[in-house]
C-alpha cells in the first residue's frame, strides 16, 4: 500500500511540475476583454482558452509591428513601452486577468477572478517608457517569447491578440499581415468610422455579478460579437473589471494525459501485488 501511494504522489508530482514550467500559448488561445487608454488609471484585460501554468509570461506593447518584417526585426525601430505579466499562480481557463493602472504612467498591477479580482501576478514595466496608448488610434499587442527584447525575428516571437483604435492600417503599424491574427485575436474598436474611443469592455465583466458562461467555446463566441461590448468615446476613469468568464470542467488534454498515465501506473501495481496475493 505505501508503494501503491508513493506512485501516485509521483505521479501527481510529475503532473505538477508540467505546469509549474509556464504554459507556451498558441494563436488562438487569447483573446483581449477589455482596455482603458486613460495614461494613469487605465489599464487593460484579457482572458486565456486554456490553462496558465504558474510562471506563464505574456509580453505586451505598443511599439508598432511592421506589415512587412525586415532583417531588423518585427517592430518599428521606434520602441515605445514593453510590459511582462508573470502568472504567480494558476489561472483556470476562461478567468480574466486585469493589469490596472496605479496611478503612475506606465505602471499597472495584475488582478484575476471574480469580485474584483485578488491579486495575481507580477507586472512589470520593461524598458521605462511611460504609457503612450492613444486614443485617437494605436494598437496594443500581446506575444510570447523566449526571453524579452527590443526586436525580434518572426521566428522568435509568437503573437496572441492585439486591440486597435484604428480604422486604417498603413506599412509600419498592421496587427493582421505580419501577426496571423484574426477574428476574435484582434479586437477593432472604434465609435465609428471617425470617432476616437478611450475605454472598451467585454460587457460580460464590466460587472462582476455576471453569472460565467457555461464554456469556453460559448465565452469565444459571444466574444465576437461587437453588440457584447461596451465602448466610450470620451476620456474617462471607468475601471477595467478582471472576472470569471467561463466554467471548464475538462482539464487541458496535456494534463489529463499526464494524470492518465500516473493513474494506470498505480493500476498496473495494484494488479500485480494482487495477483501475488
Given amino acids: 500500500m505505501r508503494k501503491t501511494l508513493t506512485l501516485l504522489a509521483l505521479a501527481t508530482a510529475t503532473l505538477g511540475h508540467a505546469q509549474a514550467a509556464g504554459t507556451a500559448l498558441a494563436n488562438g488561445d487569447f483573446a483581449f476583454t477589455g482596455l482603458n487608454v486613460n495614461t494613469t488609471v487605465g489599464g487593460w484585460s484579457f482572458v486565456t482558452f486554456v490553462d496558465l501554468a504558474p510562471g506563464t509570461t505574456i509580453y505586451f506593447t505598443d511599439t508598432n509591428v511592421l506589415q512587412?518584417?525586415?532583417?531588423?526585426?518585427?517592430?518599428?525601430?521606434?520602441?515605445?513601452?514593453?510590459?511582462?505579466?508573470?502568472?504567480?499562480?494558476?489561472?483556470?481557463?476562461?478567468?480574466?486577468?486585469?493589469?490596472?493602472?496605479?496611478?503612475?504612467?506606465?505602471?499597472?498591477?495584475?488582478?484575476?477572478g471574480a469580485a474584483g479580482g485578488t491579486a495575481n501576478g507580477t507586472v512589470t514595466n520593461l524598458n521605462g517608457q511611460v504609457s503612450n496608448i492613444s486614443s485617437s488610434g494605436d494598437i496594443l499587442y500581446a506575444f510570447q517569447a523566449a526571453s524579452y527584447a527590443t526586436n525580434y525575428q518572426p521566428g522568435q516571437i509568437t503573437f496572441l491578440g492585439a486591440i486597435s483604435n484604428r480604422g486604417s492600417y498603413t506599412s509600419s503599424d498592421n496587427p493582421t499581415a505580419a501577426t496571423g491574427l484574426s477574428g476574435i485575436q484582434l479586437r477593432e474598436f472604434k465609435v465609428d468610422a471617425t470617432t476616437a474611443t478611450r475605454y472598451t469592455q467585454f460587457s460580460a465583466q464590466v460587472s462582476t455579478a455576471d453569472a460565467p458562461?457555461?464554456?469556453?467555446?460559448?465565452?469565444?463566441?459571444?466574444?465576437?460579437?461587437?453588440?457584447?461590448?461596451?465602448?466610450?468615446?470620451?476620456?474617462?476613469?471607468?475601471?477595467?473589471?478582471?472576472?470569471?468568464?467561463?466554467?471548464?470542467?475538462?482539464?487541458?488534454?496535456?494534463?489529463?494525459?499526464?494524470?492518465?498515465?500516473?493513474?494506470?501506473?498505480?493500476?498496473?501495481?495494484?494488479?500485480?501485488?494482487?495477483?501475488?496475493?
Avoid at 515605445?80 to 506606465?106: D, K, M, Q, Y
Avoid at 460559448?218 to 465602448?231: D, F, K
Avoid at 470620451?234 to 498515465?261: F, T, Y
Fill in 68 to 112: 512587412t518584417p525586415t532583417s531588423a526585426g518585427v517592430f518599428s525601430t521606434t520602441s515605445e513601452a514593453f510590459w511582462s505579466w508573470t502568472a504567480s499562480s494558476a489561472v483556470a481557463a476562461g478567468t480574466s486577468v486585469a493589469l490596472l493602472g496605479t496611478g503612475t504612467s506606465g505602471q499597472y498591477a495584475a488582478k484575476s
Fill in 213 to 277: 458562461f457555461t464554456t469556453l467555446a460559448g465565452l469565444q463566441t459571444a466574444l465576437a460579437s461587437n453588440a457584447n461590448w461596451t465602448t466610450v468615446a470620451g476620456s474617462n476613469s471607468l475601471p477595467i473589471v478582471s472576472d470569471v468568464l467561463a466554467v471548464s470542467a475538462v482539464p487541458e488534454p496535456q494534463s489529463l494525459a499526464l494524470l492518465l498515465a500516473g493513474l494506470g501506473v498505480v493500476a498496473g501495481v495494484a494488479r500485480r501485488r494482487g495477483l501475488r496475493g
